[in-house]
C-alpha cells in the first residue's frame, strides 16, 4: 500500500461525493454500469490472517457490500462461497476472479434464495466444497421504491419478505447443524429499520425484522459458541441504488443529508464484516453495529 493510501485522511472527502451522473440500471442492476464504479477495495484491501482457514458463505456476493466482504474475506484468508442471481454473472465472475487472484477458492451458486431448496442446496454445496461453514452471512437483499403503500403490490410485498427474511431463516436453519463453536452469522440490516424511508416501506420493514430475527437467534445459539450480529449500513453506492430509486428517490443526490456528505462505498463496510467474523469479536453476539456515515441509531 503506497504513502498516500496510508497516511490519515479526511472521510468526508476520502471518495466521490453528490452531485452523481443520472442513471437507471434494470434490477437487479450490474456494478459494472454505474457511474461512478463503487470501490470494493480491490486497489486498497490489505488482509492479516483474521480469518485463515475459515469457509464463509455470503448471499448477494456477486457485487455492492457482497463483493467487497467476499474479496476481504479471502485477503483475511477465507474461502467463499458466494450466491447470486443469474442475470448477475458476469458481477458474479468479477468477484470470483478477485478472489482466486487473492489465493483462496471461490465458488459462486445462481439462483432464488427465496426458495427453500435452493438456501439447502447452497449449504450443502458449501461443505461439499469446504467441508465446513464457519461464517455465514445473509446480505442478499430486494427492494423497489415506490410512491407510497397503496403502491406496493401483495405479489412485490410477498417478494420482499422471501429475499430479505425467509430466505435468512431458511440459511440460517440449513447452515447451524454444520457450524461449530466460534463460527458466526453475520445478518445485513439497514438504517431504514431505524429511520424508516416512506417509498421503501417494505425493505425496511424486513431490515426491522431482520433485527428481531437476529437478537432472538443469538439468544438460541450464542451459549453454543455461535455468535449472531447485524450490520446496519447507512447509504452505501451500490448497484440496488440506480436499479431501484427512480422515480420516486433521487439517485444523483444519494447520501446528502447523512452527516458526512456523501453515500459509504462498500470497501468502508466490509471491514465491519471482518471484525464479527473474527475472533476480535469474541464477545460480541446479538449486537446491531452501523456503518452509516454519522447518521446515529438509536
Known sequence: MSEDQTRQQDPVNQHPQPQFPEQQLEWPGLESEMDPRPDYG???YQGSGRLEGKAAIITGGDSGIGRAVALAFAREGADVLISYLE????????????????????????????????????????????????????????????????????????????????????????????????????????????????????YSSTKGAIVTFSKGLAQEVTPQGIRVNVVAPGPVWTPLIPATFHPHLDVSQFGESKPMGRPGQPVEVAPVYVFLASQESSYISGEVIGATGGAVLP
Not at 439447502?120 to 465446513?132: L, Y
Not at 430486494?142 to 417478494?159: A, F, K, N, P, T
Open 42 to 44: 480491490e486497489e486498497t
Open 87 to 202: 442475470p448477475e454473472e458476469s458481477d458474479a465472475e468479477e468477484t470470483v476472479r478477485v478472489v482466486e487472484e487473492s489465493g483462496k477458492k471461490a465458488v459462486a451458486v445462481a439462483g432464488d434464495i427465496g426458495e427453500e431448496a435452493h438456501c439447502q442446496k447452497i449449504v450443502e454445496r458449501a461443505v461439499e466444497e469446504f467441508g465446513k461453514v464457519d461464517v455465514l452471512v445473509n446480505n442478499a437483499a430486494y427492494q423497489m421504491s415506490r410512491g407510497g403503500v397503496q403502491d406496493i403490490s401483495s405479489e412485490e410485498l410477498h417478494y420482499t419478505f422471501r429475499t430479505n427474511i425467509y430466505a435468512m431463516f431458511y440459511l440460517c436453519k440449513a447452515a447451524l447443524p454444520h457450524m461449530q463453536p466460534g463460527s458466526s452469522i453475520i445478518n445485513t440490516g439497514s438504517i431504514e429499520a431505524f429511520q424508516p424511508k416512506p417509498q421503501l416501506l417494505d
